[in-house]
């Protein structure tokens, strides 16, 4: 079985602060790993996503995941803040095997972002 | 606007009553996915379709079905609906399928339904 877990469901950060949005994982098998934003209103769209090449990802919107193992963990971070940040994120987790995967989410993190 | 169509936008109905969710998705694009999001399960994965064939199952009941037609639209029949099947419900499609899960998936604006 795989879980994701979002430490968090909610963070605020000021306008310009380090934007950090914590994952963590447990899966048996090594995974595939995406984080996706959701602005309201409006239906997901993927970030980025780890796919057993380089650990460190870069995404759109000046986003960053590090894949750490020893961890178990797919942080989400992003230098300064934007008001345009503010959304929910969510962490989601794929095993795939025998011609099929299991795609699981993790519960979401809203972030706010004050002026 | 991500290409990939939905209706209807909003839905009300009464329990036990069957529905169908409609999803259009981009043009070329062969991969339909459908998720469900509600306050109580949060985002689940539903099903996957490729070209018409079932490629992966996710957290979906019993209850609801799938199918993608020919002309590569797909449907989300729900049955037997409950109070807590009230969500809402994305598609989502991607240009192929063998990793489809790893490429870009462009979302709807989704289905809101209500149960009663």
């Known amino acids: 079985a795989q879980s994701v877990t979002q430490l968090g469901s909610h963070v605020s950060v000021s306008e310009g602060a380090l934007v950090l949005l914590r994952c963590n994982y447990s899966?048996?098998?090594?995974?595939?790993l995406f984080w996706y934003v959701q602005y309201p209103n409006q239906g997901l769209q993927l970030l980025l996503k780890?796919?057993?090449?380089?650990?460190l990802v870069k995404g759109i919107n000046g986003f960053e995941a590090e894949f750490k193992k020893s961890e178990t963990s797919f942080h989400l971070t992003k230098p300064s803040a934007h008001m345009s940040d503010a959304a929910e994120y969510f962490c989601?987790?794929?095993?795939?095997?025998?011609?099929?995967?299991?795609?699981?989410f993790g519960k979401g993190t809203k972030l706010s972002v004050i002026p | 606007d991500s290409g990939v169509t939905q209706t209807p936008k909003h839905l009300i109905t009464a329990t036990g009553q069957r529905v169908t969710l409609r999803c259009s998705p981009r043009?070329?694009?062969?991969?339909v996915y459908w998720y469900q999001q509600s306050l109580d399960q949060g985002l689940q994965f539903l099903i996957h379709y490729y070209n018409g064939e079932e490629r992966a199952k996710g957290n979906i009941l019993e209850r609801f079905s799938a199918q993608q037609f020919p002309d590569l639209h797909s449907e989300l029949n729900l049955s037997s609906l409950e109070l807590g099947d009230s969500a809402l419900y994305f598609c989502a499609s991607s240009v192929s399928s063998q990793r489809g899960w790893q490429e870009t998936q462009y979302f709807g604006p989704g289905t809101r339904l209500l149960v009663l």
């Open positions: 899966s048996s098998v090594p995974p595939y």
């Open positions: 780890y796919t057993s090449a380089a650990t």
């Open positions: 043009s070329g694009d062969l991969s």
């Open positions: 989601a987790v794929i095993r795939s095997g025998a011609g099929s995967y299991q795609l699981t």
